[in-house]
């Protein structure tokens, strides 16, 4: 059976709104400058808080309030829900990655728990078992941080047996979540989680190789 370091088991529910068609817009970033970026903290439609200034390059970003006092070391929380049922984005993360020529994955996140953790993406088709990856160094207090993800088989691990790289022919979720660490499991905070500039991009495959930082190696050396 697989650690739950090596993989983030989360099934993904919430039936809240009613999704329009899928539009893949690649390129594209979302920059959460309204309400109207429409993602969500919960598995039902929970709209995040959205800030008008002070994302990394100085405009709005989306933000929520998040208690550890009931999570274990074993959870995994998701904090950034951007689903097809919820029509986040104008949909226009949803579609066929993979003919839709996406070859980057990016996104910033900032919170203020006293200590370092450990942020995941998670892509999935629907309320099923998906692929994670997993940032290899951790987010610091109240810095902002940025991720690329190369859209490629090694960049992920499954979440179950059938499971691979075809989740990327229709991709309509994406979450993002964290590990708990000793230091945060049972706390209360209230803690600020931040997000903003959570991109899709077109790549030469070579440059999207190259790019370091997030993937299944930073799951393997976690897991040692």
Known sequence: MLNNRMIVAAVVG????????????????????????NWSS????????YV???????????SRVVSFANNTIADTPLLFRCQSN???????F??????????EFTFSVRHNAPVAIDFFGRFATGATPGG?????????????????????????????????FSIFTNINRIQVGVLMNNDIVGAAGPFSFDI??????PAPASAA?????????GLRRRRR
Request: negative net charge; aromatic residues 10%.
């Open 14 to 37: 919430g039936m809240g709104l009613v999704a329009p068609a899928m539009a893949l817009v690649a390129p594209y970033t979302e920059t959460f400058s309204s309400a109207a970026a």
């Open 196 to 201: 903003d500039n959570v991109g899709i991009t």
């Open 132 to 164: 994670v990856a997993l940032t290899s160094s951790a987010v610091q207090p109240n810095t902002w941080t940025t991720f690329t993800v190369p859209i490629t088989n090694s960049s992920f691990i499954y979440e179950g047996p059938g499971v691979d």
């Open 86 to 92: 919820f029509g986040s984005s104008g949909n226009a």
């Open 52 to 62: 008008g200034s002070g994302g990394p390059d100085g405009s709005g970003y989306g």
């Open 209 to 217: 190789l190259a790019i370091g930082g997030i993937g299944a190696a």
């Open 94 to 103: 949803f579609g066929n990655w993979i003919t839709g020529g996406v070859t």
């Open 42 to 49: 919960g598995s039902v439609f929970t709209p995040l808080n």
